[in-house]
């Protein structure tokens, strides 16, 4: 089983930036960064595959949000520019074996702990 580990949340003013770390062990195929705010559902932000680097992202986030990776630390970068009152969320780094799509939560076999994104108005 992989392990996941996120850093970096915390408490911006809107316009600020933010960058979230998924540092993984173990074998991972498919890392989705998801966010959940409370009352609302879980939603797929930006997505990674290791083999190939091709990325995904939820509509709400193009353009702003950025995911990378670390091929040799293993960890995933998720850079978040202009933030916005409404990004405010706990933030949760995602991670599986095999190709899982950003908008399944529920398919993912690990998860981290999460970190949380504060952005003021």
């Known amino acids: 089983a992989a392990q996941l580990e996120e850093s970096g949340g915390g408490s911006v003013p809107a316009g600020g930036s933010l960058r979230l770390a998924c540092a993984t062990s173990?074998?991972?195929?498919?890392v989705t960064w998801f966010r959940q705010a409370p009352g609302k559902e879980r939603e797929g932000v930006a997505q990674?595959?290791?083999?190939?680097?091709?990325?995904f992202y939820g509509d709400s986030v193009k353009g702003r949000f950025t995911i990378s990776p670390d091929n040799v630390k293993k960890t995933a970068y998720l850079q978040m520019n202009n933030l916005q009152p409404d990004d405010t969320a706990m933030y949760y780094c995602?991670?599986?074996?095999?190709?899982?799509?950003?908008?399944?939560?529920?398919?993912?076999?690990?998860w981290g702990q999460g970190t949380q994104v504060t952005v003021s108005s």
């Open positions: 995602a991670a599986d074996a095999y190709w899982r799509d950003i908008r399944s939560p529920q398919d993912y076999a690990w």
């Open positions: 173990g074998y991972t195929y498919t």
């Open positions: 990674i595959f290791w083999n190939d680097g091709v990325t």
